[in-house]
């Protein structure tokens, strides 16, 4: 009986494999004359597809044109007959989604500690539970949806034919 790999992520990771329609070489050169090169991945105006680096056959891009552009980034990899693409959250999204994490566990904390008999209250609760979802549930949809956008503007840009969701 073999032991399954189970990882727990914080922030939500998205990872694909995209058959390439054309050669390695040939997609390469698309990725390249679709994207405006940057370092600082600061979103501005453009009439690129993408905005990032490409390193060889590795990538870091953001879409520009995404209503969430900012929420998540890809890296990958073009290899000889596939792309694995890896959606992350960025940083700032993850520093947010951490500083209500700590409101939450603080306010929880310090309301164990209170020397009252109504623990909590259901406004406490009810608070609570809304910096909750602030922190995970609404960047969770908010970065699935930016995913999904961007993976479909890199499947068009590149001519790309099947993809793949691989889960870890």
């Not at 405006?36 to 993408?50: G, Q, Y």
């Not at 890809?74 to 290899?79: E, F, Y």
């Not at 020397?115 to 979802?133: A, I, P, Y």
């Amino acid at each position: 009986m073999g032991c399954q790999n189970i990882q727990f992520n914080l922030f939500p990771v998205k990872k694909y494999y995209l058959k390439l329609s054309k050669n390695q070489e040939g997609t390469l050169h698309l990725l390249e004359k679709n994207t405006k090169k940057s370092h600082s991945f600061r979103l501005s105006t453009t009439n690129k597809s993408f905005l990032g680096i490409i390193d060889g056959y590795a990538f870091k891009l953001v879409c520009p044109h995404s209503h969430f552009a900012t929420l998540c980034s890809m890296r990958g990899q073009i290899r000889k007959d596939e792309i694995h693409v890896v959606f992350k959250l960025r940083r700032v999204p993850k520093i947010i989604m951490v500083i209500l994490l700590l409101i939450f566990s603080l306010t929880f904390i310090s309301h164990l500690f209170r020397k009252t008999t109504d623990v909590f209250s259901s406004q406490t609760l009810g608070g609570l539970m809304l910096v909750l979802m602030l922190a995970f549930v609404i960047p969770k949809m908010l970065f699935i949806m930016s995913s999904r956008k961007c993976l479909k503007i890199l499947t068009k840009t590149l001519e790309l034919k099947e993809e793949k969701e691989m889960l870890f």
